[in-house]
């Protein structure tokens, strides 16, 4: 009978203390967000001015390559070799050239997106702790909210926040 009653009052006591549970599309978030609309403008940018430097510098080197062509011809055999082999050093030395500048802005891009997520995870830690949640879940695209009532969807209070304190 002990036994008994002890869980009734068990059982009473965690119904009471019901646990404050939302969750955020991290997707729709992520989106939303102006700073990383920004951010991605800004890459995209400069992704597309790198992307006519390359183009300028191919074409300017396959006009070089042309003119040795024309030029080899008149060239003995062994001297036509010497200059291209120093045409192809060239033409490997801006591939890397340019390799290595994309690299350098997929690398600034990817670290700036990885600063804006720990960002939006500070905010919704710092969201959940003022209001009182227990938990927050990520849902969106690989997230683990496979349902949610809208009542329980910060997605839009947390977007307003960090776009409010961007504008700042």
């Known amino acids: 009978m002990k036994k008994l009653v002890l869980a009734v009052v068990v059982l009473v006591m965690v119904s009471c203390q019901q646990e404050k549970i ?13 700073e990383k609309i920004d951010v991605e403008t ?23 390559a042309q003119a040795f062509q024309l ?23 801006i591939g890397q ?17 990885d600063s804006l997520v720990g960002k939006v995870k500070k905010e919704i830690k710092a969201f959940g702790k003022s209001k009182g ?6 849902g969106g695209d690989g997230g683990s909210v496979l349902y949610g009532i809208d009542a329980n969807d910060l997605t839009t209070q947390i977007t307003k926040i960090l776009n ?5």
């Open 22 to 34: 939302g969750y955020v599309d991290n997707v729709k978030l992520l989106n939303d967000y102006q």
């Open 71 to 93: 030029k080899a011809q008149k060239l003995s055999q062994k001297k036509a070799q010497e200059e291209y082999s120093l045409i192809q050093q060239k033409g490997q030395f």
């Open 164 to 168: 409010d304190s961007y504008k700042k």
């Open 133 to 138: 949640y227990t938990y927050i879940l990520g």
């Open 42 to 64: 800004r890459f995209n940018t400069k992704l597309e001015a790198l992307n006519k430097k390359k183009d300028s510098i191919s074409q300017a080197f396959q006009i070089e």
């Open 97 to 113: 050239q340019l390799q290595q500048e994309e690299q350098q802005l997929q690398l600034e891009g990817q670290t700036k997106m």
